[in-house]
Structures are given as structure tokens and as C-alpha cells.
């Protein structure tokens, strides 16, 4: 692989992580906050994609003789690179070709829920029902008891996982970092669930807190029940997972 092929290469990458992060490509694969970080990548390697080709192309191999050889050539052609090395282009085709959906029910009914011990928990915010996340629900009703929710009506937005034995659950995948490191965090459902829930499907359920909870099959890890005033279909959001 030559000079000019390096660039190109250089060129296609950057080119799709420029696309990815300047659309919502990118939250299927890494956090919110990264975005700037993938930008200014992505920036710096069509830069020297571009400056590159601009040296080859505008003299800046060595010098030629009268005879068309490079300074100091036998008048053999060099080897160019194995060929191989123009696999690396494959992944990038796939992120420029291929949409892959964020982790879902898949995922997260083959991984235990995760929690982590939290030591403080400021008190809700206000409104009646208060919006919060699941991790949020979750690690209030288990590791809190309860307490900093109270008689409060709170509304959760996830994805169905069905199969389980608490199920079915609602559940948001979390991320440390980047998809690579996504693990489920999930709440199961009792009360006025309406039966034939879909896995994957997005759901907002509006509800209570219930002392009940059930463990996880997979690690067993304690699961929170929320005990559901009404639920109702949503679309998936931009930003599928929680952080």
C-alpha cells in the first residue's frame, strides 16, 4: 500500500467518524460526552488525510532524474506494501454502509442487571409523576429502600425484556465508556401490566414504588419491582442508553 492508498484510507475513516459523531450515529456506540473528542478525531485524520495527498501530488516525492527514476533508483520500481493491509478499509465501509441498532432486549435478558452501591440520594425533583431514569429508580428502591421516593408517582422510560422470571422487566442498557462495556440495569413490572408486551419495544410507564423485588437469573443481583399505574407506547429516543 502506497502514499496516495494510505491517504485514502486515512480519508475514508476519518470521513466516518466525522459522520457518525455529527449525526446520532454516534450514541449507539459511545457516550454523549465523547462527542467533541470523536469530532476533532475525525478532524485531525481527514487533515492529514488531505495533507498527504497534497504532498504526493504537488512534489513532494524525492526528485526525479531526466529519465523519470527517483534520485539514487536502480530503475526498479519499489515494492509497494501487502496487499492486505487494504482489509482495513472493510470496517470502514461497514460503518459507512451499516446502521446497527443500540443494545436491546438481547443483550441485556444475557446479562445480570447492574447496579452500584450509591451512598447519597438527593431528594426527587418536583412534579407529580417526576421523570427520572432507570438507573436512578433502580438504585433508589434498592440500595435506599424506598425511601427517597416515598408515595412520589414516577415515570420511567425503557425497552421491554421478556422471558425473565420477575418479567416482564423494563430495562435501559448503561455504559462506563462505550457500547463495548453496556450492561443492563432492569426494573420488573407488576400492576396494571397489560399482557403481550413485545421484547425490544419502548415503552413509558408511570408508577409507584413497591418494596417487592426478585433476583436476577443471570448474576443474582436484586431486581426492583415498580408497581405500574399506566403504561403506554414510545418511540425509541435518540440517546438509548443511560449513563
Same mark, same amino acid.
Given at each position: 500500500?502506497?502514499?496516495?492508498?494510505?491517504?485514502?484510507? /486515512?480519508?475514508? $475513516?476519518?470521513?466516518?467518524?466525522?459522520?457518525?459523531?455529527?449525526?446520532?450515529?454516534?450514541?449507539? %456506540?459511545?457516550?454523549?460526552?465523547?462527542? #467533541?473528542? /470523536?469530532?476533532?478525531?475525525?478532524?485531525?485524520?481527514?487533515?492529514?488525510?488531505?495533507?498527504?495527498?497534497?504532498?504526493?501530488?504537488?512534489?513532494? +516525492?524525492?526528485?526525479?532524474? &531526466?529519465?523519470?527514476?527517483?534520485?539514487?533508483?536502480?530503475? &526498479?520500481? &519499489?515494492? &509497494?506494501?501487502?496487499?492486505?493491509?487494504?482489509?482495513?478499509?472493510?470496517?470502514?465501509?461497514?460503518?459507512?454502509?451499516?446502521? #446497527? #441498532?443500540?443494545?436491546?432486549?438481547?443483550?441485556?435478558? +444475557?446479562?445480570?442487571?447492574?447496579?452500584?452501591?450509591?451512598?447519597?440520594?438527593? #431528594?426527587? !425533583?418536583?412534579?407529580?409523576?417526576?421523570? =427520572?431514569?432507570?438507573?436512578?429508580?433502580?438504585?433508589?428502591?434498592?440500595?435506599?429502600?424506598? +425511601?427517597?421516593?416515598?408515595?412520589?408517582?414516577?415515570?420511567?422510560?425503557?425497552?421491554?425484556?421478556?422471558?425473565?422470571?420477575?418479567? !416482564? %422487566? /423494563?430495562?435501559?442498557? $448503561?455504559?462506563?465508556?462505550?457500547?463495548?462495556?453496556?450492561?443492563?440495569?432492569?426494573? *420488573?413490572?407488576?400492576?396494571?401490566?397489560?399482557?403481550?408486551?413485545?421484547?425490544?419495544?419502548?415503552?413509558?410507564?408511570?408508577? +409507584?414504588?413497591?418494596?417487592?423485588?426478585?433476583?436476577?437469573?443471570?448474576?443474582?443481583?436484586? =431486581?426492583? %419491582?415498580?408497581?405500574?399505574?399506566?403504561?403506554?407506547?414510545?418511540? *425509541?429516543?435518540?440517546?438509548? %442508553?443511560?449513563?
Amino acid at each position: 500500500m502506497n502514499r496516495q492508498a494510505q491517504a485514502v484510507v /486515512l480519508l475514508l $475513516v476519518g470521513g466516518a467518524v466525522l459522520r457518525s459523531s455529527l449525526t446520532d450515529l454516534y450514541l449507539r %456506540y459511545v457516550k454523549q460526552g465523547l462527542r #467533541p473528542f /470523536l469530532i476533532a478525531a475525525g478532524a485531525l485524520l481527514v487533515v492529514a488525510a488531505v495533507m498527504t495527498l497534497w504532498y504526493e501530488f504537488r512534489g513532494g +516525492r524525492a526528485a526525479h532524474d &531526466h529519465e523519470g527514476h527517483p534520485q539514487g533508483d536502480d530503475g &526498479h520500481s &519499489h515494492a &509497494h506494501g501487502p496487499w492486505v493491509a487494504w482489509l482495513l478499509i472493510l470496517p470502514v465501509f461497514a460503518l459507512l454502509l451499516v446502521s #446497527p #441498532p443500540a443494545l436491546g432486549s438481547y443483550a441485556a435478558s +444475557r446479562n445480570g442487571t447492574a447496579l452500584q452501591q450509591v451512598s447519597d440520594f438527593p #431528594p426527587l !425533583p418536583a412534579g407529580d409523576p417526576v421523570k =427520572i431514569s432507570v438507573l436512578d429508580y433502580a438504585s433508589r428502591a434498592v440500595f435506599d429502600g424506598g +425511601r427517597s421516593i416515598g408515595d412520589r408517582t414516577v415515570r420511567l422510560t425503557g425497552f421491554v425484556v421478556t422471558g425473565g422470571e420477575g418479567g !416482564p %422487566y /423494563l430495562a435501559r442498557m $448503561v455504559l462506563s465508556c462505550c457500547a463495548a462495556d453496556a450492561r443492563p440495569v432492569k426494573v *420488573a413490572l407488576t400492576g396494571e401490566v397489560p399482557a403481550g408486551l413485545k421484547a425490544d419495544s419502548w415503552i413509558e410507564v408511570t408508577g +409507584r414504588y413497591t418494596a417487592k423485588t426478585v433476583k436476577d437469573a443471570v448474576n443474582g443481583e436484586t =431486581i426492583p %419491582y415498580l408497581e405500574v399505574i399506566d403504561l403506554a407506547p414510545v418511540a *425509541a429516543p435518540n440517546e438509548q %442508553y443511560e449513563s
